[in-house]
């Protein structure tokens, strides 16, 4: 057995996708994925001679950039020697013209192109249009080929563009205008599988199934056969399957904490400790250290001074209990677990520059350059939908897997203003109303995400007779794909009523429900 921990890309046939910044390039890895594909973006400045597995094919993307741009970014030409099939899309396309004619026969275009066209297929035989006829693409570029490159040919064009696909069949390179990965070219994912499978031979093998296999096996080579494991564990989909991996992996080398921080939800803490420890054998500890985080968040009312509080609190909390464990072997903890995503991971690799922060999401990876912790992140290939059939085939139960995500800072971010007891009592309340009547009406798998949201502004009402000047709780209930963008959720009136009466009624300190109709963006998910 090999010291050097296996990667994924090692284990299965892989499609790499190069990035140039298009805002669409982690579809096109989705959409491999979702043919059973395994596909992995890296930025477009990746070297070749740095990789250490090969790609079975490789992807470049879209991108802002124009391929003629003095600072244009550009790949590196190794890849035309690895021997792989490459497709270009868009500006990839672009690309592979301009190396492929002495820097030359790419310009912006009088006509721009955004939108809808339909592809004419002239090479009914070219293996990428292997059981697509004429159809619907989609298009978004300023410019264009002005010459097919030398040994090139035109597979398939539009009215607008004359080089819509380029091939050269006998150097294995395919070049096309339109984007496949979006949902808006018709037969987009079959091009891509066209692609991966019959031009690259992949293996059709990605499923969680075989995932859980090798992960496992990755884990254990990486911790070898003494050290151990701690990982803050909050009841979430991810920290759970990260911890039900570390626990197949390693039994009770692995530590799980889960911090009560005194902002989950009601009940939270009793019920997610029964469903790990007794539920699914995790080596579980809860630490309580409710006062705590209470009293560094009082009478903070800043949206961002209470993030970092949260989050510098985790970190101080986790690393007592840390040093509170001694480990069988050695003397001291060697690994962190996090439950990094592929998102998560795509975010930092992106070839775009730093984005703005809009919020700072609290962290509990800033323990790591005090503790010296080596990282273990056996989510981070993994998009979403794949962690929650990951956790179904584990055997979490579905409630678990499927719950809507609650952030770390939990109820602070969601009480406006200054987070004491008697507001933590209401905002709890209301939720926990909130979500009953939502799981009563059936409603629950189908709404991503949804809270009470308590706002610190009192209004008047008359409740039997008696005049009232109370708090305003604003329901908040979102559908989305990827939580980046959100559409808020349709309920019908009655349903409203129904909550919107029982909040009134039962918790003390609420005079008025409102329901929050504003989509992602221009607001966010959260309130703060
Ligand atoms: N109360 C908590 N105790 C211990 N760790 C926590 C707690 N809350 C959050 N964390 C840590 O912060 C990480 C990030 O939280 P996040 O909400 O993004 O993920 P999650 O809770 O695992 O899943 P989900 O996104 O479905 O809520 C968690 O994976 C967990 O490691
Ligand atoms: O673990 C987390 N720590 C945080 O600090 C945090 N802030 C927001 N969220 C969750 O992220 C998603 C997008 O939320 P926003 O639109 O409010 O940024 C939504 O699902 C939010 O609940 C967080 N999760
Ligand atoms: N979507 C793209 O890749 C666009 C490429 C290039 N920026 C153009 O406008 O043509
Ligand atoms: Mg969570």
């Not at 349709?490 to 504003?518: C, H, M, P, W």
Request: proline share 5%; charged share 25%.
């Amino acid at each position: 057995m090999s010291s050097e921990p296996v990667e994924v890309s090692n284990v299965f046939d892989t499609i790499l996708i190069l990035d140039f910044g298009s805002q669409y390039s982690h579809l096109i890895t989705r959409r491999l994925r979702e043919c059973h594909v395994y596909a992995e973006m890296l930025p477009c400045t990746q070297k070749i001679s740095e990789l250490s597995w090969k790609p079975k094919g490789v992807i470049l993307s879209g991108s802002p950039y124009s391929v003629y741009a003095d600072d244009a970014p550009h790949v590196d030409p190794a890849v035309f020697d690895l021997g792989v099939p490459i497709l270009g899309i868009c500006y990839g396309l672009q690309e592979i013209a301009w190396t492929h004619n002495n820097r030359a026969g790419v310009t912006a275009s009088s006509e721009r192109e955004y939108g809808h066209a339909t592809i004419h297929v002239h090479e009914q035989e070219n293996p990428l249009f292997a059981g697509i006829d004429n159809f619907q693409v989609w298009m978004s570029h300023g410019d264009k080929l002005s010459a097919l490159p030398n040994g090139f040919s035109i597979a398939a064009s539009t009215d607008n563009s004359p080089y819509a696909a380029i091939s050269n069949v006998e150097q294995q390179i395919w070049g096309i205008q339109f984007h496949p990965e979006v949902s808006h070219t018709t037969k987009g994912t079959q091009l891509l599988e066209n692609f991966a499978v019959k031009i690259c031979g992949a293996s059709t093998n990605w499923n969680m199934k075989n995932f859980i296999g090798t992960e496992i096996e990755r884990i254990r080579q990486l911790v070898g056969p003494h050290a151990e494991v701690i990982g803050a564990v909050s009841g979430g989909v991810d920290s759970t399957v990260a911890a039900k991996l570390l626990n197949e992996a390693i039994g009770d080398r692995f530590h799980a904490i889960l911090v009560d921080n005194g902002v989950m939800r009601l009940n939270e803490v009793e019920t997610v400790h029964k469903t790990l420890t007794a539920g699914l054998g995790i080596n579980l500890t809860v630490v309580d250290a409710s006062e705590e985080f209470l009293n560094n968040l009082k009478d903070v009312s800043d949206p961002e001074k209470k993030r970092k509080i949260i989050g510098n609190t985790f970190i101080r909390v986790f690393e007592r209990e840390a040093a509170k464990i001694t480990p069988k072997a050695g003397d001291e903890i060697e690994f962190l677990l996090q439950g990094t995503l592929y998102p998560d991971v795509i975010e930092s690799i992106s070839f775009k520059g730093p984005s703005q922060t809009i919020k700072t999401h609290h962290n509990v990876g800033g323990l790591l350059d005090d503790m010296k912790l080596k990282l273990i992140e056996p989510l981070r290939e993994l998009f979403k939908d794949e962690v929650r059939e990951l956790g179904e085939l584990m055997g979490i139960p579905h409630d678990l897997v499927w719950r809507h995500p609650f952030p770390g800072p939990g109820i602070a971010i969601r009480i406006l203003g200054p987070v004491s007891p008697p507001q933590i009592e209401i905002a709890r309340k209301a939720d926990y109303i909130f979500i009953e009547e939502i799981r009563k009406a059936g409603l629950y798998d189908k709404i991503s995400q949804a809270f009470a949201c308590l706002l610190p502004v009192k209004s008047v009402g008359v409740m039997g007779d008696q005049r009232t000047y109370e708090q305003v709780i604003a329901l908040r209930a979102i559908e989305t794909k990827d939580f980046m963008t959100a559409d808020w959720f349709e309920f019908d009136y009655q349903f409203l009523k129904t909550v919107s009466r029982r909040i009134v009624n039962e918790v003390r300190g609420v005079a008025r429900v409102v329901y929050d109709v504003t989509s992602k963006p221009p607001a966010t998910v959260e309130w703060e």
